[in-house]
C-alpha cells in the first residue's frame, strides 16, 4: 500500500513561493504508468488539480495555474514536489499529494502577511 506524506510550511506570506514535497513511501516514482499529483482544497470549494508528474518524469499542469507551478521529483529520496510562485490569500488551502487511489492526509498552507 502506497503512503504519502506532505511537509512544508504552513505560512507563506504573499508575493513567495509555496514549496512543499511528498515523501513516498511503499511504491516507487518510476513504476510504470503511475501518475502523482498535488491537488488543493481551498476553504468552501471543491477539491482542485493542481498538476501531476508521470513515471517517465513528464509534468502536466492545471491551465489557469500552468504559469506559476512547477512539479519535481528525487527519485533518489523517493519524493516529489510542489512549488507555486507569486502566491495570494486565494491560495490558502489544504494540500494534498495523491497517486490512485492513496492520498495524503494534507496540509494547511495559508498564505497571510
Known amino acids: 500500500q502506497v503512503q504519502l506524506r506532505e511537509s512544508g510550511p504552513g505560512l507563506v506570506k504573499p508575493s513567495q513561493t509555496l514549496s512543499l514535497t511528498c515523501i513516498v513511501s511503499g511504491g516507487s516514482l518510476t513504476t510504470a504508468y503511475y501518475y502523482w499529483s498535488w491537488i488543493r482544497q481551498s476553504p468552501g470549494k471543491g477539491l482542485e488539480w493542481m498538476g501531476d508528474i508521470a513515471y517517465s518524469g513528464s509534468t502536466y499542469y492545471r491551465p489557469s495555474l500552468k504559469s506559476r507551478t512547477s512539479i519535481s521529483r528525487d527519485t533518489s529520496k523517493n519524493q516529489f514536489a510542489l512549488q507555486l510562485s507569486s502566491v495570494t490569500p486565494e491560495d490558502t488551502a489544504v494540500y494534498y499529494c495523491?497517486?490512485?487511489?492513496?492520498r495524503g492526509q494534507g496540509t494547511q498552507v495559508t498564505v497571510s502577511s
Open positions: 495523491h497517486t490512485f487511489p492513496f
